[in-house]
């Protein structure tokens, strides 16, 4: 079973494996510094579709058959799919798995759903409601664009903190046994607001909640940055992950050539006029499925902190001027040849 | 973390020193360049027509519809935020904006169809700035109006 440790962390007992990994993304991801590292490459963003919103639910639905084709699984081996994405009722994770014959769990936790995701199958795993799940998200810059700020073809200048919505998506394989990377733990996040209402700077917004989760964690499991290889954060960006790295230091941590964050690797902001990095919900899984899991896998990292964050905030709440609720989710990731 | 509020006291200080500064200059001088270019543009319409003999209200109605056709063609073709994004209030303050904000709405809900989509929700940019706009020149009216009595 399941152990509790501490405040908010808990150690899984099975060996829950990431059996296979499958990323997909759209033109201007193909074109960062990580584009050769997705399984797939959209040239066109809508995918052929004829809106964006049914554009993105393909490249969800592709990235989930590529991925259990990568795996040779067929559905029927497969018991549940699980994901989100930012779109109201999450209807891209919930359309596209409608073509999968799995049992389906649809979670929202922002730019975090997938780390939630993660996390909610593991303990399924753990607990053996489920043998082997798909855990997944998805997120698309035209869609979140058209939701959260203005028309695309709007001529307005974006804010000097504002990230770009990762048109990408992410999805895994997860089964108890099996060869592979493991997800041994997870710390799982509190909700913390420090009263910050800009929702063109959620980097800054949801630095605490990553810091609230990572310092949590090392404190529950005695542990520090010289007991990973690295910690991965999910879509902090320039600004985020700067200060984050930064209140790390003041609470007795140095992350120095230890701290990275998925936003801030996937774009080449200046470049691609990319704002301050990335964001999204499929920014951590497609650069976690196409980016660090093969490091994982060749032991080039033998043990890993990945650390989605999320703003839980709407456009009504945005609007009715609330902070912005911040949250961060933890997994443990490791591949050590000498595991228990 | 029992300590929230040292939490909080060290995301202060972290965020005030990671706060970017926005390029207040750059942003100032484009939008100067920008919006003035247009404003010449214009002038040199207005001229222009009332050399074919229009006279200056015609010449300026004519002028007023020619930017607005090409504020919208340049956001059909998908250049015009482009241009937006270096020139900010340079093209959001004259008529260009007014127009590109009805236009790429018009464009951006065409998707959710013709009656809820593209006609609920073109104006949804541009909308406040006619409910003010007409509001706030019916107020001045009234206020010159009584002005003009009591002069």
Known sequence: ?340 | MDDKAKLRESFEKAAAKNAPKPPYFKHGFAAFTVGGGICVFAQFLINTFQSFGMTYSEASATETIVVIFITGLLTALGLFDRIGRVAGAGTFVPITGFANSIVSSAIEFKAEGWIFGLGGNMFKVAGPVLVYGITSSWVVGIVYYLYLLVA
């Open chain 1, 1 to 340: 079973m399941a152990r509790k440790v501490g405040e908010q962390t808990v150690y899984f007992d099975n060996k829950i494996t990431i059996a296979e990994v499958s990323s997909a993304v759209g033109p201007m991801e193909g074109n960062g510094p990580l584009g050769k590292d997705f399984d797939l490459v959209f040239e066109d963003d809508c995918l052929g579709e004829s809106t964006f919103e049914k554009g993105e639910c393909m490249m969800l639905r592709k990235c989930v058959e590529n991925l259990l084709r990568k795996g040779k699984f067929t559905q029927s081996d497969i018991d549940l799919i699980i994901g989100g994405d930012l779109l109201n009722q999450i209807i891209t994770t919930t359309f596209a798995a409608e073509n999968f014959d799995m049992m389906y769990w649809g979670v929202y936790s922002a730019c975090s759903s997938f780390s939630e995701a993660l996390q909610i199958a593991s303990t399924a795993i753990e607990a053996g409601v489920v043998k082997r799940a798909v855990a997944c998200s998805s997120s698309h810059f035209s869609t979140a664009e058209r939701q959260y700020r203005n028309p695309l073809e709007l001529g307005s200048q974006s804010k000097a903190t504002a990230q770009r919505t990762a048109t990408a998506s992410g999805a895994v394989v997860l089964q108890a046994g099996g060869s592979g990377p493991v997800i041994t733990g997870m710390t799982i996040g509190k909700i913390i607001d420090f009263d910050r209402k800009d929702a063109a700077d959620m980097g800054t917004a949801m630095a605490p909640a990553a810091a609230h989760t990572i310092l949590t964690h090392f404190k529950d499991t005695n542990t520090s940055f010289a007991d990973y290889d690295m910690v991965y954060t999910g879509d902090l960006a320039k600004v985020g992950l700067g200060i984050l790295s930064d209140m790390l230091k003041m609470h007795g941590y140095d992350p120095s050539g230890r701290l990275n964050d998925c936003g801030h690797m996937l774009f080449d902001c200046v470049k691609q006029h990319a704002d301050c990095g990335g964001s999204g919900a499929g920014c951590s899984s497609s650069v976690f499925c196409g980016h660090i899991f093969p490091k994982l896998k060749n032991k080039e990292l033998g043990r890993i902190l990945f650390v989605p964050t999320g703003a839980l905030l709407s456009t009504v709440s945005s609007y009715q001027k609330n902070s912005i609720p911040c949250i961060a989710h933890a997994v443990v990731i490791e591949n050590k040849k000498d595991k228990k």
